[in-house]
């Protein structure tokens, strides 16, 4: 078969959640291989090919190369003539943690030709830090700074959560909480194991309650709707944290009942 044949019969496609991600956030990119091909091919199996990697650019349109401890790409089969598709968190792959400008292309490499897709571009950011709460962890000794960073995405606020253990100079991930009206900034309050609880606003209607452990696992939780009129964050005698709220609205202006007759 032709190379020219060959190219035309391979169609590449990624895409990401986001054009805009906070530093160290995770960086999922959902690939898509189309082939008109009459006969399997493996992806990644032999040196000669077929093989898949994406090609990642700076803001300076230098190419980056993978991290030296990148997972290798496992051999893939791609039947004949069909789809698959598979996804790959970028940050695991290429030193994306900087703030700055990306372009991120899928790419195959096969009987001396390169096959593309179409570049997705990106921004890495810092964020704007909301709050930050530095506590101890009893189970092992160490300490946690929990920050909540404010993002604008598609015109929407959203928080995200990032939890680091500063004196080891390691992040243990940054994690999106979700949409937050900003006119109310959340609470965070950290437990007497080291774990950190966060309420805020996730809409007119409805409060969230989620509870992340010192090591980046969501643990707990709880959605209040509209007949909460206030609710807040508070420690019990034990060290635990539990969200207290107050069950109805506020009392509105009661209906002035007229004076005339109705006719």
Same mark, same amino acid.
């Given at each position: 078969?032709?190379?020219?044949? +060959?190219?035309?019969?391979?169609?590449? &496609?990624?895409?990401?959640?986001?054009?805009?991600?906070?530093?160290?956030?995770?960086?999922?990119?959902?690939?898509?291989?189309?082939?008109?091909?009459?006969?399997?091919?493996?992806?990644?199996?032999?040196?000669?090919?077929?093989?898949?990697?994406?090609?990642?650019?700076?803001?300076?349109?230098? %190419?980056?190369?993978?991290?030296?401890?990148?997972?290798?790409?496992?051999?893939?089969?791609?039947?004949?003539?069909?789809?698959?598709?598979?996804?790959?968190?970028?940050?695991?792959?290429?030193?994306?943690?900087?703030?700055?400008?990306?372009?991120?292309?899928?790419? +195959?490499?096969?009987?001396?030709?390169?096959?593309?897709?179409?570049?997705?571009?990106?921004?890495?950011?810092?964020?704007?830090?909301?709050?930050?709460?530095?506590?101890?962890?009893?189970?092992?000794?160490?300490?946690?700074?929990?920050?909540?960073?404010?993002?604008?995405?598609?015109? %929407?606020?959203?928080?995200?959560?990032?939890?680091?253990?500063?004196?080891?100079?390691?992040?243990?991930?940054?994690?999106?909480?979700?949409?937050?009206?900003?006119?109310?900034?959340?609470?965070?309050? +950290?437990?007497?194991?080291?774990?950190?609880?966060?309420?805020?606003?996730?809409?007119?209607?409805?409060?969230?309650?989620?509870?992340?452990?010192?090591?980046?696992?969501?643990?707990?939780?709880? +959605?209040?709707? %509209?007949?909460?009129?206030?609710? &807040?964050?508070?420690?019990?005698?034990?060290?635990?944290?539990?969200?207290?709220?107050? %069950?109805?609205?506020?009392?509105?202006?009661?209906?002035?009942?007229?004076?005339?007759?109705?006719?």
């Amino acid at each position: 078969m032709a190379g020219g044949t +060959v190219s035309a019969q391979i169609q590449l &496609s990624t895409t990401l959640d986001h054009v805009v991600y906070l530093q160290f956030e995770p960086m999922i990119a959902r690939t898509t291989v189309k082939t008109g091909i009459g006969q399997p091919v493996v992806f990644n199996s032999e040196p000669t090919g077929p093989n898949f990697y994406f090609r990642v650019n700076d803001d300076y349109g230098h %190419q980056m190369p993978p991290l030296a401890d990148a997972p290798r790409a496992e051999p893939t089969m791609v039947p004949a003539q069909a789809t698959i598709g598979f996804t790959n968190n970028m940050l695991r792959l290429y030193n994306l943690a900087r703030p700055g400008f990306y372009s991120i292309q899928p790419c +195959v490499d096969w009987m001396g030709k390169t096959y593309q897709g179409e570049k997705r571009h990106i921004e890495v950011v810092a964020g704007r830090e909301v709050m930050r709460v530095t506590a101890n962890v009893p189970s092992d000794g160490s300490s946690r700074t929990y920050k909540i960073f404010h993002l604008n995405r598609r015109q %929407q606020d959203h928080i995200l959560l990032r939890i680091d253990d500063e004196d080891a100079s390691l992040c243990y991930g940054v994690f999106p909480l979700g949409r937050s009206v900003m006119n109310e900034k959340p609470q965070m309050v +950290v437990d007497a194991a080291g774990n950190a609880h966060i309420l805020f606003k996730s809409s007119p209607n409805r409060i969230l309650h989620l509870t992340y452990s010192p090591y980046g696992s969501m643990m707990n939780q709880k +959605v209040f709707g %509209q007949e909460y009129s206030t609710i &807040s964050l508070g420690t019990k005698a034990d060290g635990s944290v539990e969200s207290i709220g107050q %069950q109805g609205g506020p009392t509105g202006p009661k209906p002035v009942q007229s004076i005339i007759n109705n006719r």
